[in-house]
T-cell receptor
Framework: QQQVKQSPQSLIVQKGGISIINCAYE??????FPWYQQFPGKGPALLIA?????SEKKEGRFTISFNKSAKQFSLHIMDSQPGDSATYFC???????????FGAGTRLFVKA | GAGVSQSPRYKVAKRGQDVALRCDPI?????LFWYQQALGQGPEFLTY????????KSGLPSDRFFAERPEGSVSTLKIQRTQQEDSAVYLC?????????????FGPGTRLTVL
């Protein structure tokens, strides 16, 4: 059962543009939402994470926006660079649980 | 410092063979996770260890899959009688403690191809 839905599947953005990736979840028990970045041949690496009591979190060029009532959250990459070209995964976990549920991923390509 | 390492990086098996995949977590990390990542998909949880205790194995797809971490450090994922649908990248991750908000550090994965 897919519990975290991610879109779009792929995204092409011009250098300097804004990349936006969206995720939605169903399980209201989720209380921690990390985003991961994965380059080919590598494992995922934590990029940024948010708890649902915060509506927005910013770290450098990366911002998470969170809408608890809609059960949706999104990643914004400002001033996108070719080096940001990678696959991005949203994910969700919950207190007392050991599983991290990942979205299907978004393959981002930033054109120089 | 050293990150999570996995070996082998690539494994080709004939259908029906048994395979063993190794994970060396970051030293001192209490928690260890195994994930299966099919081509073009997100990682899917397989199992979780807290030190040597396997606390969640709900993601293991069948009884052909078995994982262990006998001394609370190195872990091995074993797949018996491999099938073509087992072809995937198997990722290992470790985290310092056991909170669900602890950062998970992933290894590069083992790409398993079953012919």
């Amino acid at each position: 059962q897919q519990q975290v839905k991610q879109s779009p599947q792929s995204l092409i953005v011009q250098k300097g543009g804004i990349s936006i990736i969206n995720c939605a979840y169903e399980n209201t028990a989720f209380d921690y939402f990390p985003w991961y970045q994965q380059f080919p041949g590598k494992g995922p690496a934590l990029l940024i994470a948010i708890r649902p009591d915060v509506s927005e979190k910013k770290e450098g060029r990366f911002t998470i926006s969170f809408n608890k009532s809609a059960k949706q959250f999104s990643l914004h990459i400002m001033d996108s660079q070719p080096g940001d070209s990678a696959t991005y995964f949203c994910a969700a976990t919950y207190t007392g649980g050991f599983k991290t549920i990942f979205g299907a991923g978004t393959r981002l390509f930033v054109k120089a | 410092g050293a990150g999570v390492s996995q070996s082998p990086r690539y494994k080709v098996a004939k259908r029906g063979q048994d395979v063993a995949l190794r994970c060396d977590p970051i030293s001192g990390h209490v928690s260890l996770f195994w994930y299966q990542q099919a081509l073009g998909q997100g990682p899917e949880f397989l199992t979780y260890f807290q030190n040597e205790a396997q606390l969640d194995k709900s993601g293991l797809p069948s009884d052909r899959f078995f994982a262990e971490r006998p001394e609370g450090s190195v872990s091995t994922l074993k797949i018996q009688r491999t099938q073509q649908e087992d072809s995937a990248v198997y990722l290992c991750a470790s985290s310092l403690e056991y909170s669900h908000t602890d950062t998970q550090y992933f290894g590069p994965g083992t790409r398993l191809t079953v012919l």
